[in-house]
């Protein structure tokens, strides 16, 4: 597998704080598809009622991606959309084991979204004329889908930064913690670090919470965390 060894040129320093989408969840993580420790699959759950539009190229050598896209964006659906990208690997010049790379992904990611998999749309980038392992994609679609969250990572480094400054935990865990979260996606120091982040809602707290519970491999405790609201009414900071 391969290693990053340079930045693009072409990278920005930082990416822009871009505001919650009411209606749309997100999860990232490194699946290992062509590099490693590189956030490198991103899974979007839509509500229902959601619309999905494209645009696509008329090559004569399109993916199996963009074939499959292109079928399901005719169909009327009135359930929720799944949208799964993959960096590393184009899925492009592959022939059939293209298109059963494509029904497997659908098919997982329908599996733990309730969706039928004609409303699952997958994109792919990267290396050409190689197979993509959709194995390592699929394995990864269960912890995305648990970790789909609105803002998810930022809030639970904001948290995690919080116990260490109140010292709820040493450094050694935190650091721990923090190592932990970055295997979800990247986490921006700038956003969790800038003035004005010290002020915490529940929902910071909620965020770390049910990442630090991944830890022990908990599942009961997402039922206390999503009912939180039963048990917490005030919704202030701390």
């Known amino acids: 597998m391969a290693k990053i060894t340079s930045v693009s040129p072409l990278a920005p320093a930082r990416f822009p704080d871009l505001p919650a989408i009411g209606g749309a969840r997100f999860a990232t993580t490194a699946a290992g598809v062509k590099y490693v420790g590189r956030s490198d699959v991103m899974l979007a759950l839509l509500d229902p009622g959601s619309v999905i539009?494209?645009?696509?190229?008329k090559s004569a050598t399109r993916s199996a991606n963009v074939l499959d896209c292109q079928e399901k964006i005719r169909l009327s659906d009135e359930n929720g959309a799944a949208i799964l990208v993959n960096s590393g690997n184009s899925n492009a010049f592959t022939g059939r084991a293209g298109d059963d790379s494509v029904r497997a992904i659908c098919a997982a990611v329908a599996e733990v979204s309730g969706l039928p998999a004609t409303r699952v749309f997958t994109g792919a980038t990267g290396v050409i004329g190689e197979r993509l392992p959709h194995d390592r994609i699929t394995a990864a679609v269960r912890g995305l889908h648990d970790?789909?969250?609105?803002?998810?990572?930022?809030?639970a480094a904001r948290a995690i930064n919080y116990y260490e400054r109140i010292d709820w935990v040493d450094p050694a865990v935190a650091d721990h913690l923090r190592s932990f979260?970055?295997?979800f996606g990247n986490i921006d120091r700038n956003k969790i670090d800038r003035p004005g982040t010290d002020h915490l809602t529940r929902e910071h707290h909620i965020h770390s919470l049910k990442y630090i519970m991944k830890l022990n491999g908990a599942t009961a405790t997402s039922v206390i965390l999503d009912r939180w609201d039963t048990f917490a009414p005030d919704s202030n900071g701390v």
């Open 53 to 57: 539009a494209g645009v696509f190229t």
């Open 147 to 155: 970790n789909l969250d609105e803002t998810g990572l930022p809030d």
């Open 181 to 183: 979260l970055s295997g």
